[in-house]
């Protein structure tokens, strides 16, 4: 009895601590890990089968870890989840590469150009631009850039950017809910259930898609008359920064635009290629050092191993609580208060995820949830496990979106905004935001319904 209460225990205090953010993350997670593992698996338990099955270690020296991706869920289903590590880390090392030849820049001014600087096609392009890119690219580095110039494009065009980053931030939430690599929510479900590029496109991607329509009209409906920019004569147009002059490096450039291709081509087939996403990130994590040369360094030295680390303690303390039993109960408990009910279990599922995503990190608590999930799918005719699945997608991906610490991707936008002088605080942000965020969690609602029952 004493490993369960010392499990949940470490838990709760990991939480905790990381809603508190006196302490980084990585820090938090890594110790509380390492507390799992000594007491609860050593001294309550004193149990070595399961500190190996937690380490998981022995999962990467398999050919199915490699090469058959339905597998993946049979390896990595307790523990550390190092197919999603090891992908997460080599699209950090690509985005990188990408950043340092100024792709990212160049993209946002060559759109600015395209609609002719004017204020409102900037403001609907860039909105779709941060879903389409967030479907592949993590979101804290697509709204990093899109701030970014999109203050620097305000400063030009005398607009106020505030509506704009904002909404860039709510439609990279949503973008990232579309695709299994879009989100880190989305990869630990994808990887621990094996579900593929395709399968999270054909179900949470037709929800976003549809969301997306929802949310720029919303948008435009509630900030048109704040985006009433400057009209820009000719004569401005032609002063404006050329798009090309955002490449630093035009051969690198080349390059990490063929290895981003590559990466989106993968990505599509693995499920038909058998390639699973372990094998693809290291696959365009070397391709990319090769094209950097020189810049090896520098691209490494940017990539954000904090986040890596946070995830290795976070899938250790999750697996404490698998292992002795916790999981399960909570599982049982939301399958006695649903009544067995699939719709009530999928509504609870999305609303409880998102209330839970808007004021905690939604990582770790998609990690938790993910064998929760599995378990109420096991023990509920009638129910679908990857139902359950695209329910737990949407709800922490979206749910992040309705306050300014949901998710990273709000952290960065608001911290750009207020480092070049536009402060974003929690009453303008909510404002917008959380009725945003209820309106498309009422959209996917009862899409999932009308679709699966």
């Known amino acids: 009895m004493a490993a369960p209460i010392l499990a949940v225990v470490i838990f709760v205090a990991m939480f905790l601590l990381i809603v508190m953010d006196k302490i980084e993350r990585h820090y938090i997670t890594l110790g509380c890990g390492l507390l799992t593992l000594i007491f609860v698996f050593g001294v309550c338990m004193r149990d070595m089968h399961a500190i190996i099955e937690t380490l998981n270690i022995h999962s ?6 490699w090469g058959l991706a339905k597998d993946v869920a049979e390896e990595s289903t307790s523990g550390i989840n190092w197919a999603t590590i ?5 699209m950090m090392i690509m985005v990188e590469g990408m950043a340092r030849v100024g792709f990212f820049r160049w993209l946002c ?8 600087y004017k204020t409102i096609p900037i403001f609907i392009t860039f909105m779709i631009m941060s879903f389409v890119l967030a479907m592949f690219i993590d979101s804290i580095t697509v709204i990093l850039f899109l701030a970014a110039v999109t203050v ?18 709510f439609c990279a939430n949503l973008g990232g809910s579309a695709t299994v690599c879009g989100d880190p929510p989305n990869i630990i479900i994808g990887t621990s259930l094996g579900l593929s590029f395709f399968d999270f496109l054909q179900n949470t991607g037709v929800i976003a898609v549809l969301c997306l329509v929802v949310t720029v009209v919303y948008f435009w409906i509630v900030y048109r008359k704040e985006l009433q920019g400057e009209a820009v004569s000719e004569a401005r147009m032609k002063s404006m920064p050329e798009p090309k002059s955002a490449i630093v490096d035009k051969k690198g450039f080349i390059f990490s635009s063929i290895i981003f291709a590559c990466a ?6 693995h499920a038909q290629t058998g390639l699973t996403v372990a094998f693809i990130g290291v696959l365009i994590s070397i391709l990319t050092l090769i094209a950097a040369g020189k810049y090896i360094l520098e691209v490494l030295k940017k990539v954000d191993y904090k986040t890596l680390l946070f995830f290795i303690g976070l899938f250790v303390v999750v697996g404490g609580l698998e292992q002795t039993g916790i999981l399960k109960v909570v599982a049982d408990f939301i399958g006695k208060i649903s009544g067995g009910n699939g719709m009530i ?7 409880g995820s998102a209330i839970a995503s808007a004021f905690v990190d939604n990582i770790p608590f998609a990690a938790t949830m993910v064998p929760i999930i599995r378990d109420l799918a096991a023990g509920t005719v009638g129910i679908d496990l990857q139902t359950l699945a695209w329910s737990l997608s949407m709800g922490t991906d979206i749910g992040g979106s309705a306050t300014p610490i949901g998710a990273s991707a709000n952290v960065v936008g608001t911290s750009v905004a207020a480092k070049e002088g ?26 999932i319904f009308m679709r699966y029952f």
């Open 152 to 169: 620097e494009l305000a400063q030009l065009l005398k607009f106020n950017p505030i509506p704009m980053i904002l909404s860039e931030v």
């Open 86 to 90: 090891i992908f997460i880390a080599g």
């Open 345 to 351: 279990m999928v509504a609870i599922i999305i609303w």
């Open 422 to 447: 536009y402060p974003i605080g929690w009453g303008t942000y909510c404002k917008r935001l959380a009725p945003a965020t209820i309106l498309v969690l009422l959209v996917s609602t009862v899409f």
């Open 109 to 116: 001014m060559l759109i600015a150009k395209i609609v002719r």
């Open 264 to 269: 989106v081509i993968l990505l599509v087939t």
């Open 60 to 65: 990467m020296f398999t050919l199915e870890f």
